[in-house]
């Protein structure tokens, strides 16, 4: 009884963290809805990584799409998207509370629609590649769709879309994203809780232990991974949606579908926190998160050089990330109860 | 629209363009080919996916042109880029300067970090708006030292195979992926600190050939590339023939475990292998900056392009891997002349999933014949 007491009280605490952290610290508000970025994009990329076996290095593909999707659906609720994106054509277009709030919505929704259908699609061709294949294959999405979307002038090319700014207070904005973010967060993490406690969280867990035999116990593979893959393509095209209007201005390459930095930082968070739990992509993003705001604020020039010794340094020697360290050290308290021969038959080995 | 039609119809009326498309993709798929056979001799041997393939490629680019900025004679480049980086790769490993590193790694620990201290300390003080401008010259030579020293014991404790490469063998695919992503990303990033971020060339001002009145133009520089490239693959194709290493490399590929049982030392093969890639892409790399230009960020469409022809090629399979590598610089140039130049990046990865998904299609075509 205690336990449970326990993780209410403990549960309360970080929803009034949660809540009051942009208040306490209102400096690093954009920081802050940065981390839950992170923390999200990490949560949905474990959804296939880490539960299920399957690396993407292309969830990226949806946080671009999702953003463009939003932008497109957002202006095309107010004005012709040909004109608005014309840089030639200096029109000005003003965007009524009413319209940017309705934009936001119904743009948001729209992406993470679209990007899940998009996900279904994508792996119904993807999804026989195995392994390393699947993770080539996946990056090669997000880089031609990075490619072909700074080619498209309709959507504004390479210079990419300016959006509205958020009508009111600059710093009520500020505030205003960081709660669309860590509710966006907190909701991911439920979801991911409740999930992987139920049939589906079995199966999927099954697939990435053996397909084969996943499959002849009667899985319907396939139509299991489809799913998990839309529903993490959900989330991250909201929160790509959210980021286009967070950003105001965003471009294919660098912001849209930047493989090389949220789709690696995403693996990266998940790795250092451990793969295949619930809280390894939480923390990961955090000690992730503090890392590159440190190195990006004290070794200015060099941050990338030690973000990509961290990388090394996290995939060779540090794999199975903080939670799997943990899970090795102290078993019992993941509620794994260890055979006392058979731990020291193993270590004699 | 009109503007794809307009160059299809070019296409048809002037043949001679075609020959001109076909001739500059051969030549730009001649130096793809180096680059994607070391891919496949890694990825074959190894089981290991290298993405720091271009990454490679511009560094040797950089140690050709470096040579050449102090007055080096411009081939002299090839092959001092190939042997630098094949220092880099891992060609100490397994001498006994590695194993004196691995007894006493306590000492390389010390060691390293004791450089990047001075290293630092030295770009510290040559930093514009330092305080210490008057030692400008002592702080150059720490930072001189400093680089070196790091770089020497980078070598000396067997390089990227060493250090990285040689722990990811037996692991999970995804591994290797990722870890030699990173060892991209930083190549990527001090190249960028060390040479900065403009794009650096040395064109050799030789003539062109030019034939059907201007439009075919073959320029000697280019030529001279292919055939230094051509000349390359030659010598590797004999040395894995020949050469009792080349045969121990084919032997490991086939069955690693078969070949150690046969004595063969597996670990010293494998560094050897992944040092031959690296000086493979370096020479490369020495070519690129004779043609074309090279810049830090340059490097990922070149590991793009060798997983097209790996996976289009497969393992082993040199012939393949050159009908591949100067296919894909022949459709290129037709995609980058009929949708427009921007479009080129694109169709390299398009070319890689439609390759990805043309194996897939045959492998469930296997299984359902299996059934």
């Known amino acids: 009884m205690t336990g449970t007491g326990n993780k209410i009280v403990s549960y309360i605490t970080l929803a009034l963290f949660i ?47 999702g953003m463009y999707v939003a932008a497109v659906v957002g202006i095309s609720l107010a004005y012709d998207v040909a004109d608005y994106t014309n840089a030639a054509g200096g029109g000005i277009y003003k965007f009524t509370d009413a319209q940017y709030f309705t934009g936001m919505l119904v743009g948001s929704l729209a992406a993470g629609l679209f990007c899940a259908v998009s996900a279904l699609i994508l792996g119904w061709l993807l999804f026989g590649l195995r392994g390393p294949y699947f993770a080539i294959g996946t990056l090669g999405v997000a880089i031609a769709a990075g490619e072909l979307v700074s080619n498209w002038d309709w959507v504004g090319g390479g210079q990419g879309i300016a959006l509205p700014v958020y009508p009111y207070d600059l710093d009520q904005g500020k505030l205003f994203f ?26 999927i867990n099954a697939i990435r232990d053996d397909e084969e035999k996943a499959e002849a116990m ?30 105001i201005h965003f471009e294919p390459l660098e912001t849209a579908y930047q493989t090389i930095n949220l789709g690696i930082f995403m693996v990266v968070c998940v790795l250092l926190g451990g ?21 990006w604020t004290y070794f200015l020039g060099w941050q990338w050089v030690a973000l990509g010794a961290l990388i090394v340094v996290t995939v060779v020697y540090f794999q199975d990330g903080l939670m799997g360290w943990l899970k090795t050290r102290r078993p019992e308290w993941f509620g794994i109860r260890v055979e006392q021969k058979a731990a020291i038959a193993e270590a004699a080995e | 629209m009109d503007q794809i039609f307009g160059n299809l119809q070019l296409l048809f009326e002037f043949p001679a363009v075609n020959l001109e498309i076909i001739i500059q993709g051969a030549m730009i798929g001649a130096i793809f080919v180096l680059v994607a056979y070391g891919l496949a001799l890694v990825w074959g041997v190894m089981n290991v996916k290298n993405l720091a393939q271009g990454a490679l490629v511009i560094a040797g680019g950089y140690v050709s042109w470096w040579l050449a900025q102090r007055g080096m004679p411009v081939l002299v480049g090839i092959p001092v880029a190939a042997i630098v980086l094949a220092l880099i790769g891992g060609a100490c490993s397994g001498t006994p300067i590695d194993k004196f590193c691995r007894r006493h790694w306590r000492v390389a620990i010390v060691f390293a970090v004791a450089m990047t201290v001075v290293m630092f300390a030295g770009l510290y003080t040559t930093a514009p708006g330092s305080a210490w401008a008057a030692y400008e010259g002592v702080g150059r030579t720490f930072g001189t030292i400093g680089g070196i020293g790091l770089f020497g014991i980078l070598v000396a404790c067997g390089g990227l195979y060493g250090l990285v490469i040689s722990r990811v063998i037996e692991r999970d695919l995804f591994t290797s992926l990722l870890a030699t992503f990173g060892i991209g990303i930083m190549f990527e990033q001090l190249m960028n600190l060390m040479f900065g971020s403009d794009t650096q060339s040395l064109r050799l001002d030789y003539d062109s050939f030019s034939f059907f009145g201007g439009i075919v133009n073959v320029p000697v520089a280019k030529l001279l590339a292919v055939i230094m490239a051509a000349a390359l693959a030659i010598a590797v194709i004999i040395f894995m023939k020949r050469s009792r290493m080349g045969q121990a490399i084919r032997a490991t590929a086939q069955d690693a475990r078969a070949a150690r049982v046969l004595g063969i030392d597996t670990e010293r093969v494998y560094a050897f292998t992944f040092s031959l890639n690296a000086a493979l892409c370096g020479a490369a790399g020495a070519l690129v900056v004779l043609v074309w230009e090279i810049m830090p960020f340059y490097g990922i469409p070149y590991s793009v392009r060798a997983f097209v022809i790996v996976t289009a090629a497969g393992l082993g399979n040199l012939p393949g891997v050159i009908a591949a590598g100067i296919g894909i610089g022949v459709m290129e140039q037709y995609g980058g002349h009929i949708f427009g130049i921007g479009y080129q990046q694109a169709i390299a990865v398009l070319l890689l999933l439609l390759v990805l998904l043309i194996r897939l299609a045959q492998q469930r075509r296997n299984r359902q014949v299996l059934q």
């Open chain 1, 218 to 247: 009667g899985i319907h593979t396939l139509r299991y991974k489809l799913i998990a893959w839309s529903m993490a393509a959900f989330f991250v095209g909201v929160a790509g949606a959210f980021s286009a209007f967070q950003l």
């Open chain 1, 19 to 65: 809540i009051l952290a942009p208040l306490l610290f209102p400096d690093y508000r954009t920081s802050l809805a940065a981390l839950w970025l992170l923390i999200i994009v990490a949560l949905t990329w474990d959804m296939t990584g880490g539960q299920m076996g399957y690396n993407s290095l292309g969830n990226i593909f949806f946080y671009g799409t």
């Open chain 1, 275 to 295: 793969k295949g739990t619930l809280w390894g992509p939480v923390i990961g993003a955090i000690m992730f998160h503090v890392f590159k705001e440190v190195t």
């Open chain 1, 178 to 203: 960081y709660y669309l973010f860590a509710g966006l967060g907190v909701a991911v993490f439920a979801f991911c809780a409740w999930l992987y406690n139920t049939r589906f969280g079995a199966a």
